[in-house]
């Protein structure tokens, strides 16, 4: 056991000041130190205390109480760029700590987000790198294929939405979930060439400017169809898959694409849905 002052000489032997009595007192009250009043004097526990002043948990907090918000104006966090620290009267939270002006550089869209400083200087529980653009791309890996490679990912991100309609699209297609489970590398590179695809583009873009609340059935939507159906011995490689409205492939049923041109031009077969009168109109 010690008296204050000996608190102070153990605490001014590694950081060189004073302990703030606040903080014996508060730590005295929660029994993180034992201490035994003697008179009008406390006795504390020397051994305890030098133990708790050398721990992890404290020397963090020492080290974020020297850090300073105008040193990282300019410095990034993740995706986050910081740019300035907000004045208390713009502040759109009730905090009581120091917020600052970030720049979210992986989507480019949100601009002068307010986030705290203690989730940006790395000292806190918790730190933030995006503005909350990341968290559906984390929400999808968590739930996806689990070999999905983040870096792949990137190339989207400008439009995420777009990349999760091509994956919903290509796993869940007339294809017994073949992209589900096949190589990463055919399933990325299946991704890839749909996404630039232009019978997937044009009918994408045809399906998107239909009236959709007219219908159950969303006869202009994207589907995969066979050329060679699985029924005649087509694989479910990609270079034997197409993208047709629902509605042609539908009426292609198990015929060949050879099949399905000839009967349209033997029975004088037309529709707008049909994949050549779309490419016309992109």
């Known amino acids: 056991m010690g008296t204050r002052q000996e608190i102070n000489n153990i605490y001014q032997k590694y950081y ?25 004097f406390y006795n504390y526990d020397l051994e305890s205390f030098e133990q708790l002043i ?52 992986r989507c480019g869209k949100s601009k002068n987000i307010q986030v705290r400083f203690s989730y940006l200087s790395g000292n806190g529980n918790y730190q933030q790198t995006t503005c909350g653009c990341g968290r559906k791309e984390r929400a999808f890996l968590a739930s996806a ?9 990137i190339q989207f991100r400008d439009n995420f939405e777009h990349y999760l309609f091509l994956h919903k699209f290509l796993t869940t297609s007339v294809t017994e979930k073949y992209f589900t489970s096949c190589p990463i590398e055919e399933y990325e590179q299946a991704i890839l ?6 019978q997937f583009n044009a009918v994408y873009n045809f399906w998107k400017k239909q009236d959709r609340t007219s219908t159950f059935y969303d006869l202009a939507k994207p589907s995969l169809d066979h050329i060679i159906p699985k029924s005649k ?23 060949t694409w050879d099949e399905w041109q000839l009967f349209k031009k033997n029975t004088n077969t037309q529709s707008d849905f049909f994949i050549e009168n779309i490419l016309k109109q992109y």
Request: glycine content about 6%; some cysteine.
């Open 16 to 40: 060189h000041k004073d302990f703030p009595s606040s903080t014996l007192s508060k730590w005295k009250k929660e029994g993180k130190i034992k201490a035994v009043k003697e008179g009008n």
């Open 233 to 255: 011995g087509g694989s479910n490689d990609y270079s034997n898959l197409q993208v047709l409205t629902v509605f042609e492939n539908l009426c292609k049923r198990d015929m």
């Open 54 to 105: 050398l721990s992890d948990e404290y020397k963090k907090k020492i080290r974020a109480s020297k850090l300073k918000p105008e040193d990282f104006i300019g410095k990034r966090c993740g995706d986050l760029l910081i740019k300035s620290i907000v004045p208390k009267e713009e502040y759109k939270e009730n905090y009581i700590g120091t917020l600052m002006y970030c720049d979210c550089l």
């Open 145 to 153: 294929r689990q070999d999905i490679r983040e870096e792949f990912l």
């Open 193 to 198: 060439s749909l996404d630039k695809d232009k």
